[in-house]
C-alpha cells in the first residue's frame, strides 16, 4: 500500500537511509546520518510545506520512502518538484511498489501544476539500470553532481 506519510513513520525511514548509507558510501562524504537531525528536519520542512513524502507499507512494514521538496525554480518562478531522497530495502528495489511510488509522485506533481520533476541517482550505485529505468518513464539526464569532502 502506498500512503502519505504519518510522523511515526520517521523511525523507519530511518532506518532504511542508514540501510542505504551502509550500501552507498555516499553519506560518509557529507557527515553520516544523524537519526535526530534527520528526523527534525524533515519535521520542519514538512511543517513549512515544502515537504511531501509518500511510503510503501507491506505487511506493517515501511519497504520505501521517497520524499520531494517542492518549491518555485529561481530562474522562472515555476513550480516544480525535486527528489530528497527515494530509499527501498534492497529486497523491493525493482518491485511494482515502487514503479507505484514513483507514479503516485508524479500524479501529485501534475496536481499542484508542477512543471518540472528532479530525480537523481549516485553515478557508483545502480547507475545502469536506474539510467535505463528513468529514461524509459520519460526522463532526461541533464545534469553531474560532485562532492568533495572538506
Not at 91 to 103: M, P, Q, T
Not at 112 to 118: F, G
Request: aromatic share 12%; proline share 1%; net charge positive.
Amino acid at each position: 500500500m502506498i500512503r502519505d506519510y504519518l510522523e511515526e513513520d520517521l523511525e523507519e525511514i530511518v532506518d532504511i537511509a542508514i540501510c542505504f548509507e551502509k550500501e552507498s558510501n555516499l553519506f560518509q562524504r557529507t557527515g553520516g546520518v544523524n537519526r535526530e537531525i534527520f528526523k527534525n528536519n524533515l519535521r520542519q520542512y514538512y511543517k513549512k510545506g515544502m515537504l511531501k513524502i509518500w511510503v510503501v507499507e507491506e505487511r506493517k512494514k515501511i519497504t520505501a520512502a521517497l520524499g520531494v521538496i517542492i518549491g518555485k525554480d529561481i530562474l522562472s518562478g515555476q513550480t516544480g518538484i525535486n527528489e530528497l531522497f527515494w530509499y527501498s530495502h534492497p529486497e523491493f528495489r525493482g518491485s511494482i511498489s515502487n514503479i507505484k511510488l514513483i507514479k503516485k509522485m508524479e500524479k501529485y506533481a501534475i496536481s499542484i501544476n508542477a512543471k518540472y520533476i528532479m530525480m537523481f541517482h549516485l553515478s557508483h550505485f545502480k547507475e545502469k539500470q536506474l539510467n535505463r529505468f528513468y529514461m524509459k518513464t520519460g526522463y532526461k539526464k541533464c545534469q553531474s553532481q560532485y562532492i568533495k569532502a572538506l
